[in-house]
């Protein structure tokens, strides 16, 4: 199976988290493929960074063929559009991870990068229907350069945050703290879940179950770089 992985910012070292992240949770046979957009904003700090960036995570996803697609942003729109540019299952991390995190608990609690991201991962959850079981949406107050380049005092503030919450299952809710979950588990006695390790498996349990989406054909895009 060929999992592409998307990651909506340009921050190299993200980038190579999320794909350790998600290469670790694969089967093996499994062959992950992790890209960024190769235009477009180098970190997303706010909404209309969010969706200047969505043209390349699209053009990216139009690109590269794969079994299925990890959309590897939390909070980031897009999934619909990119359902309609592929065949494979769109998997996004926004989604997996409280999915899973609802089999584990009957609330959970998100810990997302800073104050900013708040608002644009509650209106994500709101949009996919996934705000009721949400206890709450706190901000580690790390961006996601802090969360590559400082990792171990970003390790303590996000430990710190999700200490902090009500709920016994926590998700991370940002591309750039792939890799955290056992760390901050083992620091809070939560149960702790990574949304990429999380959109990974279940793209290979739709692939070993044979499930794929049913879309009507559409016609190619044009007018845009990635129609021609």
């Avoid at 016994?168 to 990574?194: I, K, P, Q, S, Y």
Wanted: proline letters at 7%.
């Amino acid at each position: 199976m060929e999992i592409l992985v998307v990651n909506p910012n340009r921050v190299d070292g993200c980038t190579r988290l999320i794909h350790a992240a998600a290469r670790a949770a694969a089967a093996p046979g499994t062959t992950v493929t992790t890209l960024a957009p190769g235009r477009g904003p180098f970190e997303l700090t706010g909404q209309s960074e969010v969706l200047f960036s969505a043209v390349g995570v699209l053009e990216v996803i139009a690109r590269t063929p794969a079994d299925a697609v990890v959309m590897a942003g939390f909070g980031e729109p897009g999934k619909e559009a990119a359902q309609e540019l592929t065949a494979a299952p769109v998997l996004d991390i926004t989604e997996c991870g409280p999915l899973l995190a609802r089999a584990l608990g009957a609330s959970y609690t998100i810990v997302t990068s800073t104050t900013a991201a708040v608002p644009i991962v509650e209106d994500r959850l709101r949009a996919l229907r996934l705000d009721a079981a949400c206890a709450a949406v706190l901000a580690s107050g790390q961006s996601v350069p802090d969360l590559v380049e400082r990792r171990e005092r970003a390790l303590e503030a996000v430990t710190g945050v999700a200490a902090l919450a009500a709920t016994e299952v926590v998700v991370l809710g940002c591309g750039g703290m792939a890799g955290m979950a056992a760390d901050v588990a083992a620091a809070t006695g939560r149960v702790v879940v990574d949304g990429v390790g999380a959109a990974v498996k279940l793209a290979e349990s739709l692939g070993a179950l044979g499930l794929a989406p049913a879309r009507a054909p559409r016609p190619p895009v044009t007018g845009w770089p990635f129609g021609d």
